[in-house]
């Protein structure tokens, strides 16, 4: 069970839901992946220029273990919907729901990643959760900073 999130997309800002005066939560795993994807992971000093912010969770810092939150599609912001760019995507968002797996929350992930339009990424998510298929599709614009993710059973 997790914390429901909601986007809005006026602010283009993530935020709890509420349920009345309390925090709504959810179990469809769609505030885990938006975490996983939407927040900026740590990256290595070789993967930004010198002196540039290697962004990362500040939770990250308290850690044991070497698993980092979040995802290194923020590398991509102003790269070209080149296809070699578009398989990078594909293997950040692998990268970034690998702790799915690990932790036996799903069996079976797969991302598939295209550009639906110029300055438009967005990215298939199957899962297999319970023996249940799942499918999740996720939307970025760049020119509008504007995220859609939908939820679809199959």
Not at 45 to 74: C, F, I, K, N, P
Not at 127 to 135: A, C, K, M
Request: hydrophobic fraction near 45%; include cysteine; charge should be negative.
């Amino acid at each position: 069970m997790d914390l429901a999130l909601i986007y809005n997309p006026t602010t283009t800002e993530f935020d709890l839901a509420l349920n009345g005066a309390d925090l709504a939560n959810e179990d469809t795993l769609v505030s885990a992946m938006l975490v996983s994807l939407f927040c900026d992971r740590l990256v290595q000093d070789y993967e930004v220029g010198a002196g540039e912010d290697r962004r990362g969770w500040w939770a990250d810092s308290l850690s044991d273990d070497q698993h980092l939150t979040g995802s290194r599609l923020w590398l991509l912001e102003r790269s070209k919907q080149l296809i070699n760019v578009i398989k990078q995507a594909e293997q950040y968002c692998e990268e970034a729901l690998a702790w799915l797996r690990e932790d036996g929350i799903v069996s079976g992930l797969s991302v598939t990643a295209f550009a639906m339009r110029p300055g438009v990424l967005a990215a298939l998510l199957h899962l297999t959760v319970n023996g249940r298929s799942r499918r999740f599709r996720f939307e970025f614009d760049q020119a509008r900073q504007v995220v859609r993710f939908t939820d679809e059973v199959l």
